[in-house]
């Protein structure tokens, strides 16, 4: 895992191909996934590029960290794991006296 690089703030118009052609400079590219959003399968501004060592990928952060691809100043780090869980759940913050938890005011009903 530790071979697997975040590559942040990328222009909307960077390619897989872009990056593989950049990040060849620092190594072997063993993979480049491109984050789209699903519904419209735009960019989403962000990647991962996978080296085939950990020698190069910290050559990669060391090269590419704040340089410049399509005008924009890229933010190249290691990839953290994904978080377990996804974006929370239950009901977003959305109550109402059906959905449990200690009744409002008296009688447990609101009053409006």
């Given at each position: 895992?530790?071979?697997k690089?975040?590559?942040g703030?990328?222009?909307?118009?960077a390619?897989?191909e872009d990056l593989r052609?950049?990040?060849?400079q620092a190594g072997?590219?063993?993979?480049?996934?491109?984050?789209?959003?699903r519904?419209?399968?735009?960019?989403?501004?962000?990647?991962?590029?996978?080296m085939?060592t950990q020698a190069?990928?910290?050559?990669?952060?060391?090269?590419?960290?704040?340089?410049?691809l399509?005008?924009?100043?890229?933010?190249?780090n290691?990839a953290?794991p994904r978080?377990?869980?996804?974006?929370?759940?239950?009901?977003?913050?959305?109550?109402n006296?059906?959905?449990?938890?200690?009744p409002?005011?008296r009688?447990?009903?609101?009053?409006?």
């Amino acid at each position: 895992m530790e071979n697997k690089l975040y590559v942040g703030n990328l222009s909307y118009d960077a390619t897989e191909e872009d990056l593989r052609s950049l990040f060849a400079q620092a190594g072997t590219v063993a993979s480049v996934t491109l984050i789209k959003d699903r519904d419209t399968g735009r960019s989403k501004g962000f990647a991962f590029v996978e080296m085939e060592t950990q020698a190069q990928a910290q050559k990669a952060i060391s090269m590419f960290n704040g340089t410049q691809l399509h005008d924009r100043t890229l933010t190249v780090n290691l990839a953290r794991p994904r978080e377990e869980g996804g974006r929370g759940g239950g009901f977003g913050g959305r109550r109402n006296d059906r959905e449990g938890g200690p009744p409002r005011g008296r009688g447990g009903r609101s009053r409006y």
